[in-house]
């Protein structure tokens, strides 16, 4: 398996160190392809991500993604978009499950869903007109888009708990009955019970009664806000971890951005990295390695080896640290 | 004045009345004009709204308004959407403030904000393209449109804690630079403090750290999804009332919907109506009187005169007339 390693821009370049870190501990025939990409290759070569980069990535099974900085300026082409749709990685899993010993702003610990959002389309079509007085941009929903989708989340319910929540907004955008009825079908053909709820329900029953669900599958915008709303419910940005999964390729990136406000202080939480790392290992058929990492993240927490925003007083690659040490114990 | 008293379906035909019979306490040369919206004509007549009923609503100076079913057909046309849209309310103003002795699902009592929603065009164009197998919609930002919602926001921020807050997806949607631009600008110029976020780091801020915020400005649907999660907040969509407010016009409702699942039992909670009442008095000009409906309605609830939602045994209309019996002792 060749896999990209992505640092990115700021805490990209704190965290993934320590994903790294756990990952090396397996000694797996990984071969790890590091690649510059992103604001400060921007900044040296006028280009977050080109041509050439895209081989590298394509030459790899899968890529190892930190995060990366996009400044305001409208000629900067966002290499996290670019990536996702060259290599075609349709579906975002962003699983939403408390960690043992840190609660969300809601206290409850009973829940354990996955956000399953379209990766290609819908808001983020880039299709625009920008004139000095109306921007429009084009939302663009097809059946292709929405019965791939469909059947990864029809895939993870099955494995799961059977139960399909779908989330749109038809009663206003007529482009969510296209999603709607494509996912209905989906989940009737693939016997997967199912359920649909609007957006803005959604947002209020997600933080009121996570327990309520399983697989929630959605369009590209509205799982981008679900799901770090959802972080709330989990405690931490720096907790939420996510897959981008495409037929071909995958990447892994925890939810979190670059943190310009923390970055180069080594107080990032590496735990979204290296649970992204460990849906890369689930990905890759290691479940037992995967199974390791989430139970040592675990332990870590619980003997409150932690950065200060979970209250501890480890620096990033210390918390990395003792996280690869608790699975060489194990 | 003259206003319309819209109860539209479902649980809208219960918590109007209980909203009209505090209303009614005052006094008020107010006149009443009962008009038949929604899904329960509809039904009748074919047609949810027509152009009479246009005309009836444009001889008031405002709207109370329940709430209204929309079905699944798409040729029904939605009630709300094209009120808001025909009275050209470009405002919809949303606060999101704890009430005495409830708390939301975060437990925290010690914010007081409001989203300031634009109303009339983003993603509720209308501008649709349906084929078989794509759909489009077309996402519509307009410097016109965007500059008097920010002027809405700039001058409810100067009433308040001068702190606006907007909200946008600018990194990835180019019609946002365009909102986000012309908001600031806007602030500028009329001396308001001003910030900016992104919609779903936004979704997990304002969960995490309600306190933060006092007005926050953001486009239509971002607004839509933002504004019924933060009920979550306050404890239940039942509470969050709302304005829609236009240069002539303005429209009072509860953000929550018609309630198919309770409604005809008589424990929808009436709150969320009165509250939107109460900013109708406001609008209005009768400050004193929409303050002593607040003080009310705390007090039914200190008092556990509450429907099941809050943990009482209250039918909608004893809360209501509970809530009118405290003003008339005041
Ligand atoms: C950085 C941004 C373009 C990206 C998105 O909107 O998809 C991010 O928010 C995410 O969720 O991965
Ligand atoms: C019923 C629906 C069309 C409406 C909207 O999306 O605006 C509602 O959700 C609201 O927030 O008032």
Redo the contacts with the bound molecule.
């Keep these: 398996m060749r896999v990209a390693v992505v640092e990115g821009d700021g805490i990209g370049k704190e965290v993934i160190p320590a994903a790294v870190e756990v990952l090396d501990v397996f000694g797996l025939p990984i071969e790890k392809v590091p690649l510059e990409l992103g604001y400060g290759k921007w900044e040296k070569c006028g280009v977050a991500i080109d041509d050439d980069d895209l081989d590298v990535l394509k030459s790899c099974d899968c890529v190892l993604f930190g995060a990366i900085t996009t400044p305001a300026d409208p000629n900067y082409k966002s290499v996290l978009l670019t990536i996702r749709k060259e290599l075609d990685m349709y579906a975002n899993i962003r699983p939403i499950k408390p960690l043992p010993g840190v609660t969300g702003v809601t206290g409850k610990s009973d829940f354990d869903f996955v956000i399953v959002r379209e990766n290609t389309e819908g808001m983020y079509s880039s299709i625009e007109e920008i004139h000095d007085d109306v921007a429009y941009t084009k939302r663009v929903v097809s059946r292709k888009g929405s019965e791939r989708i469909a059947k990864s989340a029809c895939k993870l319910a099955k494995e799961r708990r059977n139960d399909l929540m779908i989330v749109h ?1 038809s ?2 955008l007529k482009s969510d009955t296209l999603f709607l009825d494509v996912c209905r079908e989906t989940a009737r053909s693939e016997g997967v019970d199912h359920r649909d709820m ?1 957006v ?2 959604m947002a209020y029953s997600l933080m009121t009664y996570p327990e309520r669900y399983d697989v929630v599958v959605t369009t590209n915008l509205f799982g981008d806000i679900l799901s770090d709303m959802s972080a709330a419910l989990v405690g931490s940005l720096g907790l939420a971890p996510s897959a981008n999964i495409g037929d071909k390729y995958a990447f892994f990136e925890p939810v979190h951005g670059s943190g310009p406000d923390i970055a180069g202080k080594g107080i990032a939480n590496p735990i979204a990295a290296i649970l992204s790392m460990k849906m890369m290992l689930e990905w890759m058929g290691y479940q037992k390695e995967a199974d390791l990492v989430e139970e040592a993240v675990g332990k870590s927490i619980l003997e409150k080896i932690t950065t200060p925003d979970l209250g501890g007083d480890a620096s990033t690659i210390e918390v990395g640290r003792a996280i690869a040490n608790y699975i060489k114990d194990m």
Tied chains: 1, 2.
């Design positions: 907004k009663n206003v609007l803005d329900a």
